[in-house]
């Protein structure tokens, strides 16, 4: 892999997660003192100028902190809403390949966090465009939007490195 293709982590100065840079932009960022290197990558890419040869990071944090217009709602995405279940269908338990509708959209239901929820192939099935009542299911716990700036992160990136997982915590 060349070093153009990584992309960093940029967290700001109190290490919440900010966004996803390109490594070039990463790199210029370190340079210019406006950020430092949290983390190096892994692969230990270096990223060559004609002057000089610098260390492509896998996650920065900027040295002064910037303030970040507070959007209420996360939006909604498949990854994320797989992250909020775990990945696990909320009637089963087994793992999740889809998504369902509680309320399904053939009866009114929204694609909302509200109304969404990681669910297996079988139990999709199964349940159509049926209500739970319907067919005596329950919901063991009701699906809420997460909250917090790192799952806007996770929201908005659909490949997260795993280097990055320590960062994203809540
Ligand atoms: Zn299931």
């Known amino acids: 892999m060349t070093w153009q293709c990584q992309r960093v982590l940029l967290l700001n100065a109190t290490y919440e997660p900010l966004t996803v840079v390109s490594a070039r932009r990463a790199v210029v960022l370190t340079i210019s003192e406006r950020a430092e ?6 692969d230990h890419l270096v990223a060559h ?5 610098v260390a492509v990071p896998s996650v920065i944090r900027l040295r002064h ?8 709602q996360v939006p909604m995405t498949r990854a ?3 992250r ?8 089963c338990g087994d793992r999740a390949t889809t998504i369902d509708h509680v309320v399904p959209r053939s009866r009114g239901g929204a694609n909302t966090w509200e ?3 990681a669910c297996c192939a079988p139990c999709n099935r199964r349940k159509a465009d049926r209500l739970l009542h319907e067919i005596g299911w329950v919901l063991h716990r009701l699906p809420t939007a997460p909250k917090g700036r790192h799952w806007r992160l996770l929201a908005a990136v659909s490949d997260i490195d795993p280097v990055w997982e320590q960062y994203l915590a809540a």
């Open 37 to 42: 290197t949290v983390h190096e990558d892994d």
């Open 49 to 53: 100028s004609e002057q000089l040869a």
């Open 65 to 72: 902190y910037v303030r970040v217009p507070y959007r209420a």
């Open 80 to 82: 994320a809403l797989m």
């Open 84 to 91: 909020r279940d775990c990945a696990r269908c909320v009637y």
């Open 115 to 117: 109304n969404c929820v």
